[in-house]
């Protein structure tokens, strides 16, 4: 691995070349969300020079690394002592990049269980728009000094700042897991999985595969924890659904296709659709969403849903409508190969009713930490 402070000069010079041009940056990774948020022609600035592993404290549950390292090799060291990323980041191809995952924020199945990316985020390197090296947080997770500036950054979309380093909590490997499997409409699928997470079962992720005819569908459950729990669970939660278990590779190759939307359900996406992202409230109910397929996968006990419909802008305002009642928002998560890229792919936070001081809070943070809109791609509106 190559950590030279020439590759952060290097990266500091296009920063301050940016500013000084008054345009801006892009940044870019392993290039495998580039599809993900609003389209930009800008210049890229790519991070995947500035790689490797820093500091790994497997007894103290913490990993540091460079921007630029393939989420592959984080996830492999971690392997190798038996723990885990436990939010699951999905990677969208194997050139995958730590900065890149973080700057995404996505989380994949076990999300629902042990939380987002950003409560994992103990500490930042950064890069602002002024060229300046700043350090936030720390590599312990009791740490408390200064401000949390380190969690902005999933989810922000490189709109914010140059990320270089990363601490992040990880966790140990559940002792024991296993996945059920049954055939369960819409409707009871939500009212059990609500009723399932207010109780002591080891409940790691659900995901029901379906249509919004609410038939005899599919739901399929995973339990991970202590064996005896897990163990204790199964026929409790089997005899209630009538589920089946099924082997451990099948479970494994489920998870990981449903963390990578490799189902069935995400792919064959039309020409002039779009892979609708639908985050809802635990306790919503099944939705009828205009101009949309029979296809629905919903995850994390309901509360993220994906559907594909179609990609123009009068059907995406009417899905917003509809989610925005519900107390949710939407994203345009993936694009039919037809539809108008210069579309928001985002829910604007002016759009949301709770949002007017988020919109205050956003532009003082952007206006702090890169007033010469380098970083202003607006990949993230």
Known sequence: MSLSSPQINAFREQIL???????????????????????????????????????????ELVITACAGTPLQEIEAALK????????????FGAQATFGGAIAAGLAGPGRI???????FVLGARILDGKGRDLSFGGKVMKNVAGYDVSRLLPGSMG????????????????????????????????????????????????????????????????????AAAVKAAIPLMSSLVGAHEIAPEEAEQ?????????????????????????????ACGPL?????????????????????????????????????????H??????????NPAFERFTLLSEQAHSTALVAIQERLRSAFDPAGVFATKRLP
């Not at 190798?80 to 990677?91: G, M, R």
């Not at 963390?259 to 659709?273: G, I, K, Y």
């Not at 996968?297 to 989610?323: N, P």
């Open 330 to 339: 939407v994203t345009r998560f993936r694009q039919g190969a037809d539809v």
């Open 159 to 226: 709109t914010l700042s140059l990320l270089l380093e990363a601490s992040v909590k990880v966790l140990p490997k559940p002792a024991a897991s296993a996945t059920l499997r049954c055939q369960i409409s819409q409707e009871k699928a939500l009212k059990i999985l609500n009723e399932w997470a207010g109780q002591p079962l080891p409940l790691s992720a659900s995901c029901w595969v379906g249509t919004e005819k609410m038939g005899d569908d599919e739901l399929t459950i995973r339990l991970a924890g202590a």
């Open 113 to 119: 269980s042990v939380g987002n990316f950003r409560d």
């Open 254 to 282: 489920f998870w990981n296709d449903l963390r990578e939307q490799r189902l069935a359900s995400f792919t064959n996406l039309a020409a002039d659709q779009t892979l609708y992202r639908l985050a809802l409230p635990a």
């Open 17 to 59: 070349a940016a500013a000084k041009n008054k345009t801006s940056l892009s940044i870019e990774g392993g290039g495998t969300k580039s599809w993900y948020g609003n389209s930009n022609t800008f210049e890229k600035l790519n991070t995947r020079s500035y790689s490797g592993i820093l500091e790994y404290q497997p007894e």
């Open 80 to 91: 190798e002592k038996n723990q885990v990323l436990a939010f699951e980041p999905p990677h």
């Open 288 to 328: 009828v969403v205009p101009n949309s397929s029979n296809e629905l996968v919903l995850e994390w006990h309901g509360q993220q849903r994906w559907i594909k419909a179609a990609g123009d802008e009068v059907t995406f305002t009417a899905i917003k409508k509809l989610v925005n009642s519900h107390g949710g």
